[in-house]
T-cell receptor
Framework: NAGVTQTPKFQVLKTGQSMTLQCAQD?????MSWYRQDPGMGLRLIHY???????DQGEVPNGYNVSRSTTEDFPLRLLSAAPSQTSVYFC???????????FGSGTRLTVV | AQSVTQLGSHVSVSEGALVLLRCNYS??????LFWYVQYPNQGLQLLLK??????LVKGINGFEAEFKKSETSFHLTKPSAHMSDAAEYFC??????????FGAGTQVVVTP
C-alpha cells in the first residue's frame, strides 16, 4: 500500500516552461486536492476533486490546470511557469469529508 | 466562506511544560476540524480530527483538542512537551463541499 505518490520530488523550470506534477493514490479515495506551501502562509488550496470527472478551484488556481479522469490519478499542470510558482506542492487524498487527508511527500519546484 | 486563524506563528516551550496551540475558525455551518503536524522536509501527518461525535478529541502522540462552538475555537494541547514535539502544527477546517482550508501554521520549539 503506497499511499499518495508524488513525482518528481524536485524540479527546476525556466520561466515560461510547462510541466505536469504527478499524483497517484492507491486507496480508492474519492477526494483529492493540490496545495502549495510557502513560508508563513500555510497550505493554500489550488484545485480539488470530489470524484473522477469532477474538479473545482481552490483559493489560488491561476496558472494551474487539473483533470481527474480516474479515481487514482490527479495531475497538476503548470501552463507557463513563473517565479511566483516557486513553492512546495503537496497532493492529498481522503475517503470522505470526515476523514483526514493523507499527504504525499511533496514536490519542491523552483522556477528561474 | 470559511477561514482559520492560528494565534502565534512561533511558540517556545520547555520540555515537560504544557503545549497550547490556539486555533479559531469561521464557518457558516458546523465544520470538520483537523490538526496536522509537519516535521522538517516531510508531508503533513494527521494528529486528530473533530467530526461532531465528541467535543474533546484525543489524537496521537498525547495531543488532544477541545471544540468550543461558542468560541469558534479548536485549541490543541499536550500536558507535557517532549523534544520530539518540535515541528510545525497546522489547524484546518473543512466544509461540506470538499474544501479543506489550512491556517498559517505554528512552529513549536522545545527547549531542554
Amino acid at each position: 500500500n503506497a499511499g499518495v505518490t508524488q513525482t518528481p520530488k524536485f524540479q527546476v523550470l525556466k520561466t515560461g516552461q510547462s510541466m505536469t506534477l504527478q499524483c497517484a493514490q492507491d486507496m480508492n479515495h474519492e477526494y483529492m486536492s493540490w496545495y502549495r506551501q510557502d513560508p508563513g502562509m500555510g497550505l493554500r488550496l489550488i484545485h480539488y476533486s470530489v470524484g473522477a470527472g469532477i474538479t473545482d478551484q481552490g483559493e489560488v488556481p491561476n496558472g494551474y490546470n487539473v483533470s481527474r479522469s480516474t479515481t487514482e490519478d490527479f495531475p497538476l499542470r503548470l501552463l507557463s511557469a513563473a517565479p511566483s510558482q516557486t513553492s512546495v506542492y503537496f497532493c492529498a487524498s481522503r475517503m470522505t469529508l470526515s476523514y483526514g487527508y493523507t499527504f504525499g511527500s511533496g514536490t519542491r519546484l523552483t522556477v528561474v | 466562506a470559511q477561514s482559520v486563524t492560528q494565534l502565534g506563528s512561533h511558540v517556545s516551550v520547555s520540555e515537560g511544560a504544557l503545549v497550547l496551540l490556539r486555533c479559531n475558525y469561521s464557518s457558516s455551518v458546523p465544520p470538520y476540524l483537523f490538526w496536522y503536524v509537519q516535521y522538517p522536509n516531510q508531508g503533513l501527518q494527521l494528529l486528530l480530527k473533530y467530526t461532531s461525535a465528541a467535543t474533546l478529541v484525543k489524537g496521537i502522540n498525547g495531543f488532544e483538542a477541545e471544540f468550543k462552538k461558542s468560541e469558534t475555537s479548536f485549541h490543541l494541547t499536550k500536558p507535557s512537551a517532549h523534544m520530539s514535539d518540535a515541528a510545525e502544527y497546522f489547524c484546518a477546517v473543512g466544509d461540506s463541499w470538499g474544501k479543506l482550508q489550512f491556517g498559517a501554521g505554528t512552529q513549536v520549539v522545545v527547549t531542554p
